[in-house]
């Protein structure tokens, strides 16, 4: 199993929302990613996570909230976001933190905030 | 900022022909990659290849880099209307904690 695997496809909220993307993968990866992409633009790091440890937090605002459970699982929170956090969310994975090696992504999240 | 800079931004070839794209990075790398994303999609891995190697190849994809210059080429041959998607290169910095970065793309187009 090569995939990366995030829910759901595509999510519409309400800046005072609460809602939760979410993303799993059972290629025994140590090391998750959380990428922010906005249309025609490149995907902007957002957090790493490393043997389920925060390692790096690009300052991204505090109404974005992760959460890594366990190996597989990586959640991104989402509370009072604004229409400009809009965007394509990536999830991805490596054997290890460090840009060494290939980043496996998932398909993505449409957010769309109203 | 992006480590790497494509060029062209955007390329549009008939299907058959080759497609060559450039990437350019200010930095020492350990290694510099290829993605291709379709619309909307995630990015798919495509090829890596690292700060010791020149020349490496997948199928159809052909990638170059010369560290002197700083810079990497992605050739892609007898182009197919499925290849029509974004291409970002990314550079992985030396050092620890480095972070792969990704370029801001280049969009092909590939004609039946």
């Known amino acids: 199993d090569t995939e990366v695997t995030q829910t759901p496809k595509h999510l519409v909220m309400g800046m005072t929302n609460k809602k939760s993307l979410k993303c799993e993968q059972h290629m025994g990866h140590r090391a998750m990613y959380w990428y922010k992409q906005k249309a025609k633009k490149p995907p902007e790091l957002m957090f790493v996570?490393?043997?389920?440890?925060?390692?790096i937090n690009e300052s991204v605002p505090s109404r974005f909230s992760p959460e890594c459970p366990n190996s597989s699982l990586l959640n991104l929170h989402l509370h009072a976001l604004q229409p400009e956090d809009s965007a394509l969310y990536l999830c991805?994975?490596?054997?290890?933190?460090?840009?060494?090696?290939?980043?496996?992504f998932g398909s993505g999240t449409q957010l769309s905030v109203l | 900022s992006q480590q790497g800079e494509e060029d062209p931004q955007a390329l549009s070839i008939q299907e058959g022909e080759n497609a060559t794209m450039n990437c350019s990075y200010k930095?020492?790398?350990?290694?510099l990659q290829w993605y291709r994303q379709n619309s909307g999609r995630g990015l798919v891995h495509l090829i890596l290849i690292r700060s010791n190697e020149r020349e490496k190849h997948s199928g159809r994809l052909r990638v170059t880099l010369d560290t002197s210059k700083k810079s990497s080429s992605l050739l892609i041959t007898a182009s197919r209307a499925a290849d029509t998607a974004s291409y970002f290169c990314?550079?992985?910095?030396?050092?620890?904690?480095?972070?792969?970065?990704f370029g801001k793309g280049i969009t092909l187009s590939v004609r039946p």
């Open positions: 990314a550079t992985a910095p030396t050092g620890a904690n480095s972070k792969l970065t």
């Open positions: 930095t020492s790398i350990n290694n």
């Open positions: 996570y490393s043997y389920e440890k925060l390692s």
């Open positions: 991805a994975s490596s054997q290890a933190e460090g840009s060494l090696g290939k980043l496996f």
